[in-house]
T-cell receptor, first 111, second 115 residues
């Protein structure tokens, strides 16, 4: 799996959009971008994933640059419950399904 | 149950003792993973089971660690002669064989404390 780079921490005001960046400059053509989050004392939770097109679901939006070397996870209206560590992972789909977690970004949503 | 379950939720043991951690994956999931997370750290892969294939043990930190999966379902992670550095949250996850990473579901973890 290619490596990713994320800022170690970010703050966001409650109700505002949280934009979490991820650099993956060595991503291969068949590697997807996945986002997971881990709320304190819980196991990681899947958020969203994409290959090259932008994706949106009920939790978040994923914006992938045209060259696929970076992406941004957007939480449109952050709540206090979104405070968590967010992990950006790139991997080949069905590559044994093993996820390689880096350090992630600790998002603190403040009232 | 609907999700991955793990037991016990907390385990305190003395240095040198053996411990067993249990994982019940989601029914029908053929892939099962063990990770551990030390305090304030990211997730560290330990071992991966896929169906009847030989497990990928490349992440096990030492030969004191072993895991088995019986009948393609329940898995037990065993740590022999525990050390204080083994203290961590041990997370189990499962997924369908050919599911993309979005279909990997994690359990709540077992918090292991070695005194």
């Amino acid at each position: 799996d290619a490596k990713t780079t994320q800022p170690p921490s970010m703050d966001c005001a409650e109700g505002r959009a949280a934009n979490l960046p991820c650099n993956h400059s060595t991503i291969s053509g068949n590697e997807y971008v996945y986002w997971y989050r881990q709320i304190h004392s819980q196991g990681p939770q899947y958020i969203i994933h994409g290959l090259k097109n932008n994706e949106t679901n009920e939790m978040a939006s994923l914006i992938i640059t045209e060259d696929r070397k970076s992406s941004t996870l957007i939480l449109p209206h952050a709540t206090l419950r979104d405070t968590a560590v967010y992990y950006c992972i790139v991997r080949v789909e069905n590559a044994g399904n093993m996820l390689t977690f880096g350090g992630g970004t600790r998002l603190m949503v403040k009232p | 149950g609907a999700g991955v379950s793990q037991s016990p939720s907390n385990k305190v043991t003395e240095k040198g003792k053996d411990v067993e951690l249990r994982c019940d994956p989601i029914s029908g999931h053929t892939a099962l993973y063990w990770y551990r997370q030390s305090l304030g750290q990211g997730l560290e892969f330990l071992i991966y089971f896929q169906g009847n294939s030989a497990p990928d043990k490349s992440g096990l930190p030492s030969d004191r660690f072993s895991a088995e999966r019986t009948g393609g379902s329940v898995s037990t992670l065993t740590i022999q002669r525990t050390q204080q550095e083994d203290s961590a949250v041990y997370l189990c996850a499962s997924s369908l064989a050919r599911q993309a990473g979005g279909g990997t579901f994690f359990g709540p973890g077992t918090r292991l404390t070695v005194l």
